[in-house]
C-alpha cells in the first residue's frame, strides 16, 4: 500500500542521546509507537549495550544506513512532546552561543522527574455498586462485621470517597474493601491528581484577593497601552519597564498577562529568587483563576511530583502561566506570546553551572523564536539592558512614580568610621539604626535589616601571633556559625569545632571578627528583648516552603524585625514595612569585579526600596565606610540617570561589556604548576589564531585562587561579539590536547568573576 506522503513517515526518526553524542543517530520505530511518536518525543533507545533517552529531533533519516540495519528504540517515555518546536530551536541556540554539550543543555532543559519517567499520580476511589438485599447484609453483619461497617459508610456519601482516607478513618484493613468489590458492594476508580504546588495550609497567605481591580495611574496605563500595542503587532519586540520601587509594576504585568490568555496564548512569568515566586504566583492566581485559568509554579524547590505535574499541566495544555525561577523559561508553554523577565538586573538569573545560560537572555531569544513579546522590568535596570535601549534594540516604558503618590522614602548614610571610640569596640549597628530601630518597634511597625553574609562571624582570628582559621581546601577563611559553634567553608562546605586556643600559637585570646546574619540577629536582640526577630538565610531556610512560612508570619505581624540577605532584598512588598537598614553596604563595592559599583547601587536602591510601600512614609539606615563612593551618593539621592551616565563613561573608557562581550576561560587542577604550563600554551595558541578577532588578558589567578583543593587561573576574551568567535575558541579547544587532570571551562557573559 503506498505511503500517504502528507503525512510523516513515523517508520524511523533520528534521535539525539542525552549521553554525550553531538549528532543525531536514526532508529527504526516499533509499529506500537508509531501513532504516537512525535518530534521533541522523549524515548528510550539501544545505545553501547544500554539503554539511554533520547530525543526525536525529525521523521526519517538521511543518513546511509540500510532500513534493515537499524536498531529499534524502546519506548517512548512521556505521552507528550518534551521538545517542542521551539524549545528544540532554542537547545540549538544555546549550544552554539554557551559552547555546552547536548547532554547537558538538554538534562537543563528536561527537568529529572520528566527523563525518570515519571506518571500522574492517581488515586483510588470507591462508591457504592449494586444494593445489598436484607439477607445480605444480615450476613454481613454477623460474619464480617468491619466489611458491614465499611459498606454502610460508603452507602451514606452522595461522591466517592478516597479508598485510603476512609479506610484509616474506620481503622480497617484493605482486605475489607476487597471483598467488597468482589462481592459487587462497591466499586474501584482510578482518578489523576494534581499536586498543585502551594496548593496547602499556607495557601491562603499567598493568595492576594483580587475583589476589586486596582485603579491604574497614568503613568501604569501609558505602560499598558504601550505593551498592549506591542502585543496586538503579533511580533518580537522587548520592551524594558523601568519603574521606582513601589510604583507597580506587577499590576502592569498582570494585565499584559489577562490580554494575552483571553486571546488564548501562554505567558512564562520569571522572579529572580524561589522567596518571590509565592507572593507573584498569589497574585497572579488571585486575577486569573476567576477567569478559568490555571497558573502552574515552577523552580528547585518544587517535590518532583509537583514538578511532573506543572510540566503536565504545561505540556497538555492544561495551563497557559507558569511562574517560576530561571529555568522555568524551559517550561513547554503552548502558544507563547508573553515573557515577564522581573527584576531583569539580577545575577540569579545567570546559571553557574554548565550550561552557563542568563535566563534572561534566553528569554529575549525565546520571544523572538515565537514572535512573542518580552518584557523586562527592574526599578534597577541593568546597564546591558539600557545599552541596547540606547541602540535601538529595545523599547522603553517608565514608571517615575510610586502608587498613590507616596514617597519614596527617606535615606540616611551613616559613616561608620565615626562610629569607633578608643574605649569602646564599634557595634555593627549604629547609634542612628539602633534609635530608629526601638522607635518603629514602638510603633508597631517593621524593620527589615540587610547584610548580604551569613553566619556568625566571618573568620576566627589570633590577635597574637595573626593567625586566621581558612580553610584547608579553599582560599578563604571559614566563618564560624554560632548555632553549632563549628566553623564552617561556604565554597566547599568543610567544618570543625571552633578553636578554643590559637592553634600556632596556643593563646587564649583568639577571637571572631566581622559579622554575619546570626550576629545581626543576636545583637538586635540584645538592644530590644522583647521583639520578635527572624533570620532568612541559607543556613536558616533549610526546610521545603520555610521561606514561606517566615514571609506569612512577617506579612501578617507576627515578626516585628526580619535580619536577612539577598532573599529579602528585592521584590518583596510589605505594606507596614516603615525601616529599612542596610548593615554593610560596603561589601559589594570592594570586590574584583567591574560591576560592583553597579551591583552596589543596585543592591542599595532595591533594599531601600522595601520601606515605605504603605500608607506609612519609610526610612532607609545606609551604614558604609564610604559614605563618599559614587554608587552610595547616587543611590542615596535615588539618581539612576547620573550613576548610568558615570558607569557607562568608565565601562566605555576600559571597553568594558556592554560595550563589548566577555568570554571567561577558566582553567583548574590539583597541580598549579600543570594548570599553569597548559593555561600558557594555550594563550600562545589563542594569540596566534584568533588575535586579530579577540583581546585577550590574563593568565592570572582567580580572584579565589582554590577551591576544594584544585587551583584555578583564568583569561579574559573581549570580543564586539560573542556568537562570531565562541564557535573558533570551541573548535581550537577541540583540537588542543590537555592533561586529563587540567579542567577547564568557558564561560559567555559571565556576572560572577570570581
Known sequence: MPNDKSQPDTRIVEVIAMSGFDKSLAYAVPPACQADIKVGSLVRIPLRRRSELGVVTRFGTDQDVPPGKLKMLFEIVQPYPVMPPD?????????????????????????????????????????????????????????????????????????????????????????????????????????????????????????????????????????????????????????????????????????????????????????????????????????????????????????EGERYDAWKALASNEAHVVVGARSAIFAPVHNLKLIIVDEEHEPSYKQEESPRYNGRDVAVYRAFLNKAVCVLGSATPSLESLYNVEKGKYAVDHILNRVDNRQLPKIHVVDMCRETSPEKAASPISRMLTDKLRDRYDKKEQSILFLNRRGFSTSMLCPDCGYVAGCDHCSIPKTYHRTDKKLRCHLCGEQEPAPKRCPECKSTAIRMRGKGTQKIEDIVQKILPTARIHRMDADSMSKKNLYRKILNDFRIGKIDILVGTQMIAKGLDFPNVTLVGLVDADMSLHIEDFRAAERTFQLVVQVSGRSGRGDRAGEVVIQTHTPHAPPIQFARKTDFDGFQLEELEQRREFNYPPFRHLIRHLFRGRNPDKVNFYIDQWTKLVEKEMGDKIEIRGPAPAPIEKIRDEYRFQLWYFAPSASAVIGQLAALRESFKMDKEVIDLMDVDPMNLS
Open 87 to 303: 524549545l528544540m530551536k532554542l537547545f540549538r541556540w544555546l549550544q552554539q552561543y554557551y559552547s555546552s554539550t547536548p547532554e547537558a543543555i538538554l538534562e537543563t532543559m528536561i527537568p529529572a522527574c520528566i527523563r525518570k519517567g515519571m506518571q500522574v499520580k492517581k488515586r483510588r476511589y470507591i462508591s457504592a455498586a449494586k444494593a445489598p438485599t436484607a439477607e445480605e447484609l444480615a450476613a454481613l453483619e454477623k460474619r464480617a462485621p468491619k466489611q458491614a461497617e465499611l459498606l454502610r459508610t460508603i452507602r451514606q456519601q452522595t461522591k466517592p470517597q478516597a479508598r485510603a482516607d476512609v479506610l484509616k478513618r474506620l481503622k480497617l484493613s484493605a482486605s475489607a474493601c476487597e471483598a467488597l468489590i468482589t462481592k459487587g458492594f462497591l466499586r474501584e476508580t482510578d482518578t489523576e491528581e494534581e499536586r498543585i504546588a502551594y496548593e496547602d495550609e499556607l495557601s491562603d497567605f499567598d493568595t492576594v484577593a483580587e475583589v476589586s481591580r486596582p485603579t491604574l495611574t497614568d503613568e501604569q496605563s501609558t505602560c499598558v497601552d504601550a505593551i498592549n500595542g506591542a502585543i496586538e503587532k503579533d511580533d518580537f519586540s522587548v520592551r524594558l519597564l523601568h519603574g521606582v520601587t513601589g510604583s507597580g509594576k506587577t499590576e502592569v504585568y498582570l494585565n499584559a498577562i489577562e490580554k494575552i490568555v483571553a486571546s488564548g496564548g501562554g505567558v512564562i512569568f520569571l522572579v529572580p529568587e524561589v522567596a518571590l515566586a509565592p507572593q507573584t504566583v498569589g497574585r497572579v492566581r488571585g486575577r486569573l483563576e476567576a477567569r478559568g485559568v490555571h497558573t502552574v509554579v515552577w523552580h528547585s524547590h518544587l517535590s
